[in-house]
């Protein structure tokens, strides 16, 4: 078994050593490709509560949502042998034991590890509102999508999306499209609030509304009823909202209750270092969304980023970090992605550089090109240095603006 | 080595320019080059075996997994 006392050790000598990546989702599986690309001699076993194999989520708002295409479509490529690695489905990890070195899974299998790589991602958070048990959607996981794609029995039905997020706002674009009468009910003042900012947030609220989104903003329900004629909810400011069918999406929380027990920070998310590593010196690393992380092209801040693209980037890092330790117990670089995301809303192309949502003063947002009722950059400012832009259309300058966040924020 | 795109599955997120910008570039509309020449399913010709880690790396960050190397 590595460990300190034995550094000199080549990548042979990790032959009988075993890395465990719990959490069979796009995080995991870029780090298990990252750690076989980084030459890891040893058993790698990834493993995943879900019973499908890894897969995108993005697609479960918008084409996953409106296509009739099943599983496969949105099944996760890889450029991993499928015989190169170990993978257990449909059994979640119910403990982990640090100083052990073990993770105990829910059917009471023990497995010993030499290198850790947690993965476990978000789960929906549901409203805490007397509500009926039955009948109240999330999204989240496939069999959430089947779930959905399961209620929408027939057109125009009236569906009320609780949340102006992300997953809020792309449902509402989906499900509109396919004919379906959508009401979006969140206490903020306008879509996306938090990481986009009032102005753009606003701009993109409009065009929901002109394709048929009522938005029932500033307001939060207090209770939903189910009768003969569908749901009925009872918003704080009197507004009485009725659907056929209802939709929680007011974000996530981190699966890390299966970590307690070992002295870890674990609020909101598992506290790291900049190298993604957490514990007591152990060759443990957490990746994806449940990684809280200080990002020094930015400041030393943890945060949890919750896109895509740093689910890719940390699986893709943990491979050399997990290597290098494991062979010479030192990490040769710390973790610094240029974050970014995307969200397509009818037919807008959302793209975001950086981290907009730092700058919380209007005055700091400011229009770079274009119009805001059409295609526009909008640049997030901290004092001189711009640390997100945010883009709505201007797909040929994407290159461009990426390139321009990077140098601000090298430059500072 | 060729590398496959499928033009119906990619949505121009344009993830692959910065992962392999020998292999791939956005036109001036901000679509993939590739539709200019080719509809379905673009194939392109044999590449240099250099390029296959930045390939690699564009497989994994398109958000719409589009892309695929045939050996």
């Not at chain 1, 995943?48 to 009739?68: C, F, V, W």
Request: charged share 25%; net charge negative; hydrophobic share 40%.
């Amino acid at each position: 078994m590595p460990n300190a006392s034995n550094r000199d050790r080549g990548l042979t000598s990790l032959e009988r050593s075993r890395v465990v990546v719990v959490g069979a989702s796009l995080a995991g599986l870029r780090s298990v490709d990252s750690i076989l690309r980084a030459g890891y001699s040893g058993e790698v076993i990834l493993i995943g509560d879900e019973r499908h194999p890894p897969y995108n989520r993005p697609p479960l708002s918008k084409e996953a949502l409106s296509s009739s295409e099943g599983f496969d479509a949105i099944k996760l490529r890889s450029s991993t042998k499928p015989d190169s690695y170990k993978m257990i489905l449909g059994v979640g990890a119910r403990a982990l034991q640090l100083e052990e070195k073990t993770v105990i899974l829910e059917d009471d299998t023990l497995i010993e590890f030499d290198g850790l790589v947690v993965a476990t991602g978000l789960r929906s958070r549901a409203l805490a509102i007397p509500k009926p048990k039955n009948g109240i959607f999330s999204l989240r996981s496939f069999d959430d999508l089947e779930a959905i794609k399961g209620a929408l029995i027939r057109a125009g039905m009236r569906i009320a999306i609780i949340g102006a997020g992300f997953i809020g706002a792309e449902l509402a674009g989906t499900l509109t499209n396919l004919g379906h009468m959508v009401t979006i009910v969140a206490p903020e003042e306008v879509l996306m609030q938090r990481p986009l900012g009032n102005v753009l947030g606003g701009a993109i609220g409009r065009h929901h509304r002109e394709r048929g989104v009522e938005l029932c903003l500033g307001r939060l329900p207090l209770e939903i009823e189910s009768g003969s004629d569908g749901f009925t909810l009872y918003c704080d400011d009197g507004t009485i909202i009725r659907a056929d069918l209802v939709i929680e999406a007011i974000g996530s929380i981190p699966n890390v209750e299966w970590m307690q027990q070992n002295g870890l920070d674990l609020g909101n998310g598992v506290l790291c270092d900049e190298t993604l590593r957490f514990g007591h010196g152990g060759a443990n690393f957490a990746v994806g969304d449940v990684a809280r992380f200080p990002n020094l092209a930015f400041d030393e801040v943890p945060r949890r980023i919750e896109h895509w693209g740093i689910a890719v980037d940390s699986g893709r890092y943990l491979g050399k970090a997990m290597v290098s330790l494991l062979t010479s117990g030192t990490i040769p670089t710390s973790f610094k992605p240029m974050p970014a995301f995307w969200s397509d809303q009818f037919d807008l192309r959302i793209q975001s550089f950086g981290i907009p949502g730092l700058v919380v003063d209007p005055s700091q947002i400011r229009i770079l090109e274009g119009d805001i009722d059409t295609e526009v950059a909008m640049g997030y400012f901290q004092e001189e240095t711009m640390v997100g832009v945010v883009l709505i259309g201007l797909g040929q300058s994407h290159m461009k603006y990426r390139d321009e966040v990077e140098k601000s924020l090298k430059s500072r | 080595m060729k590398v496959t795109v499928d033009l119906d599955k990619c949505s121009d997120h344009g993830q692959c320019v910065f992962a392999a910008p020998d292999v791939f570039a956005l036109n001036s509309r901000g679509e993939l080059t590739f539709r200019d020449v080719a509809k379905g399913t673009y194939v392109s010709g044999e590449l240099d075996e250099d390029l296959r880690d930045s390939i690699e790396e564009a497989i994994d960050v398109c958000p719409m997994q589009a892309i695929e190397i045939e050996d």
